[in-house]
């Protein structure tokens, strides 16, 4: 199977704003290979059934997510819109299992702001919480 592409090639942290954020590189399919150890775990996790999910990323990336929602026994979860179609930040491509709402939904406690692109430009809205999708995948898994 191919290489997958990451854009970013190498993970590293950074400080915003205070608090610590990990960089991720985004790929454009499975990140198995990139990621061994986190891959055998997550696998040892779903042998006992324990659903393991990850946000897609929202970085307005058409045909790329991030890690380690692209390794392939990771549930990854993208966003949508009230319209029910894919919120423009949100990063997609074939990896993506999943879409549950997102951003312009409405949520007590969750603040929306807008967020810029790899180039700097607004791309929409992202919440600063996580994406709740669990009830999507009740009775799923």
Not at 27 to 40: G, H, K, M, Q, V
Request: with cysteine.
């Amino acid at each position: 199977h191919p290489k997958p592409t990451p854009i970013h090639p190498a993970s590293t942290r950074r400080l915003n704003q205070g608090r610590a954020r990990l960089v991720t590189p985004y790929f454009n399919s499975s990140c198995d290979d990139s990621y061994p150890e986190l891959n055998a775990i997550v696998k040892k996790l779903r042998a006992f059934n324990i659903a393991v999910v990850a946000a897609s990323g929202n970085s307005c990336y058409r045909g790329y997510i991030s890690s380690p929602a692209c390794l392939s026994s990771v549930i990854s979860v993208g966003a949508t819109n009230k319209s029910d179609t894919v919120e423009n930040y949100s990063n997609v491509s074939a990896e993506l299992d999943l879409l549950a709402p997102g951003g312009a939904v409405s949520s007590s406690g969750m603040v929306a702001k807008a967020v810029e692109d790899n180039a700097g430009v607004g791309c929409g809205l992202r919440i600063d919480n996580t994406v709740t999708c669990w009830r999507h995948l009740d009775g799923h898994y």
